[in-house]
C-alpha cells in the first residue's frame, strides 16, 4: 500500500501499514468462521490453600435437589437443571436471557482431590463445594538433621 507523503514529493511504501491491514482482514476472515461462544454456566471462582480448594458457582432458581457434583482426580463436573417458568394463559415473553434446561461445567483445580471427603452447600442460590487435597498431593515438611 502506498500513501501520499505530506510533503507533496510523491508516494512513499508503508510496509507497516500493509501488515496490519493485512492482519485486520484475516482476523476479519477467520472470525467470521467460529461459532459465536456462548457464556459459560454456572460461572464459578475457584481458590486453593495449602488443604484444597474450593469453588463457588452460581446456580440461582435451580432446585438443589436437581444439582449433581463429581470428582475425578483434579475435576469438578456440576450437572444440573433449570426448569423454565411455565406462563400462565395470555403471558408471552417479552425478553427471556436466563438459560433453561440441562447444564454441565467442569473445572480443574491444580492438585487431585480426596473425592471421600468432599462437601457441597447450596444456600442463596450459591453452591459451595469444598475440594480437600488428596493426601499424596498434600504439601510434607521435611525435617533436616544436624551432623
Same mark, same amino acid.
Given at each position: @500500500?502506498?500513501?501520499?507523503?505530506?510533503?507533496?514529493?510523491?508516494? @512513499?511504501?508503508?510496509?507497516?501499514?500493509?501488515?496490519?491491514?493485512?492482519?485486520?482482514?484475516?482476523?476479519?476472515?477467520?472470525?467470521?468462521?467460529?461459532?459465536?461462544?456462548?457464556?459459560?454456566?454456572? $460461572?464459578?471462582?475457584?481458590?486453593?490453600?495449602?488443604?484444597?480448594?474450593?469453588?463457588?458457582?452460581?446456580?440461582?432458581?435451580?432446585?438443589?435437589?436437581?444439582?449433581?457434583?463429581?470428582?475425578?482426580?483434579?475435576?469438578?463436573?456440576?450437572?444440573?437443571?433449570?426448569?423454565?417458568?411455565?406462563?400462565?394463559?395470555?403471558?408471552?415473553?417479552?425478553?427471556?436471557?436466563?438459560?433453561?434446561?440441562?447444564?454441565?461445567?467442569?473445572?480443574?483445580?491444580?492438585?487431585?482431590?480426596?473425592?471421600?471427603?468432599?462437601?457441597?452447600?447450596?444456600?442463596?442460590?450459591?453452591?459451595?463445594?469444598?475440594?480437600?487435597? $488428596?493426601?499424596?498431593?498434600?504439601?510434607?515438611?521435611?525435617?533436616?538433621?544436624?551432623?
Amino acid at each position: @500500500m502506498f500513501w501520499e507523503d505530506v510533503s507533496g514529493q510523491g508516494r @512513499m511504501w508503508a510496509p507497516w501499514q500493509d501488515l496490519e491491514r493485512l492482519q485486520d482482514e484475516l482476523n476479519r476472515v477467520f472470525t467470521g468462521l467460529r461459532e459465536p461462544s456462548a457464556p459459560s454456566f454456572p $460461572a464459578v471462582n475457584i481458590w486453593t490453600n495449602q488443604e484444597g480448594a474450593v469453588v463457588r458457582a452460581e446456580v440461582p432458581g435451580i432446585d438443589a435437589t436437581k444439582i449433581d457434583i463429581s470428582v475425578m482426580g483434579n475435576a469438578v463436573t456440576i450437572n444440573g437443571r433449570r426448569d423454565a417458568a411455565e406462563l400462565k394463559q395470555g403471558e408471552t415473553y417479552h425478553r427471556r436471557e436466563r438459560v433453561c434446561g440441562l447444564f454441565t461445567r467442569t473445572v480443574e483445580v491444580p492438585f487431585r482431590v480426596d473425592p471421600k471427603k468432599v462437601s457441597a452447600e447450596y444456600k442463596r442460590g450459591v453452591l459451595s463445594i469444598m475440594l480437600p487435597r $488428596a493426601e499424596e498431593e498434600m504439601p510434607k515438611k521435611i525435617n533436616v538433621r544436624a551432623s
